[in-house]
T-cell receptor, first 114, second 109 residues
Framework: NAGVTQTPKFQVLKTGQSMTLQCAQD?????MYWYRQDPGMGLRLIYY???????DKGEVPNGYNVSRLNKREFSLRLESAAPSQTSVYFC?????????????FGPGTRLLVL | GENVEQHPSTLSVQEGDSAVIKCTYS??????FPWYKQELGKRPQLIID?????GEKKDQRIAVTLNKTAKHFSLHITETQPEDSAVYFC????????FGAGTTVTVRA
């Protein structure tokens, strides 16, 4: 099992450009999450998907959209990137029946917006 | 929503000594408290967790304690080793995980 995978690993964007961060898991997990990590601020939840076909806003959703393409894949889209979105983005998933407890993280995507 | 505060932000210990990290949370409905370890450039990984019906849990050199009344929980690492150097995050779960800001632990040889 690959666990949780993310692409790309690193990306540089110019202000106003768009991009999609991809996340996939092969653990048959129902719930998936997108976090951003900034120095001194821990991990903050952007969006989550409790199951296929549902998505909900987290703590910092502004400037982002998500798509739960199927049970395996959960993508995060930046429509018009801003320097404030420079961050490390982590995708995570959790098994069914746990209410989001044990979360397994992907390797992260480091995004720089100039 | 839930607010998790974590202290200290940095911690330097001599190899073999103990390290303690403390967290407080605000939402009394939170019922699950994990601790994650993140090595430089890597993903966060769960190292230990505790549920609200338990006061203490141990796993080899690490332990977590929970005081529901005071709404705080702590991570204890005994006999620290250089490989314990990392950033540690506490978190609390109500309907989502809310993370503390992290503690950078450095173990001096």
């Amino acid at each position: 099992n690959a666990g949780v995978t993310q692409t790309p690993k690193f990306q540089v964007l110019k202000t106003g450009q768009s991009m999609t961060l991809q996340c996939a898991q092969d653990m048959n997990h129902n719930s998936m999450y997108w976090y951003r990590q900034d120095p001194g601020m821990g991990l903050r939840l952007i969006y989550y998907s409790a199951s296929e076909g549902t998505t909900d806003k987290g703590e910092v959703p502004n400037g982002y959209n998500v798509s739960r393409l199927n049970k395996r894949e959960f993508s995060l889209r930046l429509e018009s990137a801003a320097p404030s979105q420079t961050s490390v983005y982590f995708c995570a998933s959790s098994p069914p029946g746990q209410g989001g407890e044990t979360q397994y993280f992907g390797p992260g995507t480091r995004l720089l917006v100039l | 929503g839930e607010n998790v505060e974590q202290h200290p932000s940095t911690l330097s210990v001599q190899e073999g000594d103990s390290a303690v990290i403390k967290c407080t949370y605000s939402d009394s409905a939170s019922n699950y408290f994990p601790w994650y370890k993140q090595e430089l450039g890597k993903r966060p990984q769960l190292i230990i967790d505790i549920r609200s019906n338990v006061g203490e849990k141990k796993d080899q050199r690490i332990a977590v304690t929970l005081n529901k009344t005071a709404k705080h929980f702590s991570l204890h690492i005994t006999e620290t080793q250089p490989e314990d150097s990392a950033v540690y995050f506490c978190a609390a779960l109500d309907y989502k995980l809310s993370f503390g800001a992290g503690t950078t632990v450095t173990v001096r040889a």
